[in-house]
């Protein structure tokens, strides 16, 4: 994780992520009271990143019924300050709104022919829903290509933007204090989409 750092609410000073984080099992796993995030120190432009998640239901870190939520940002301008949440695009990771994008700090888009109004935190549901159960794992790819964002959820496409503001930047792996687990988090560089 040298090439990542961390962000808790707490402190919003850039710390080591295993002073926060689990790093087990070929995975990340997030859970506690820490809320915050993972961000690459690197910024990336015309990008495909993929990952698995789940909802981490395991007796001794499991938070109960209310809804899970979490999410990946991407695009986040490499001058953003680093506090909870920085300006970007958001892959939400919520039951029954994972793929749902989240336009954060006046990011905007056209999503289905349709500018997304400017705002703080602006949501685009997604168009299809393919999510697992809970503590399944599910599959994410996330491709950004000047300005156009796909994003599918177990191999369906669940939401699409043209026109991104925001068309390059650092990443992010959220934890919104519901525990999940990541791991196979693969990044490559694309010349097409």
């Given at each position: 994780m040298d090439d990542w750092y961390a962000i808790t609410k707490d402190s919003e000073q850039r710390i080591a992520p295993a002073q926060v984080y689990d790093f087990s099992?070929?995975?990340?796993?997030?859970?506690?009271?820490?809320?915050?995030?993972?961000?690459?120190?690197?910024?990336?432009?015309?990008?495909?990143?993929?990952?698995?998640?789940?909802?981490?239901?395991?007796?001794?870190?499991?938070?109960?019924?209310?809804?899970?939520?979490?999410?990946?940002?991407?695009?986040?301008?490499?001058?953003?300050?680093?506090h909870i949440w920085p300006k970007g695009i958001q892959f939400q990771i919520k039951e029954k709104s994972t793929g749902d994008f989240v336009f954060l700090d006046n990011v905007t888009a056209t999503v289905n022919g349709a500018f997304i109004v400017v705002g703080a935190s602006v949501t685009s549901p997604k168009f299809d829903d393919n999510e697992m159960s809970n503590g399944e794992w599910n599959a994410v790819l996330i491709q950004s290509y000047n300005g156009k964002c796909t994003q599918y959820l177990n191999g369906k496409l669940v939401n699409e933007c043209v026109e991104a503001s925001s068309k390059e930047g650092k990443i992010s792996l959220n934890y919104e204090g519901s525990p999940i687990d990541f791991k196979n988090i693969r990044l490559k560089n694309i010349n097409k989409l």
């Open positions: 099992e070929g995975m990340i796993r997030m859970y506690g009271d820490n809320i915050g995030y993972l961000m690459t120190k690197k910024s990336y432009e015309n990008f495909e990143l993929s990952f698995d998640f789940r909802w981490n239901m395991a007796e001794n870190v499991y938070r109960g019924s209310n809804r899970k939520n979490s999410g990946v940002m991407y695009n986040i301008p490499s001058n953003a300050p680093d």
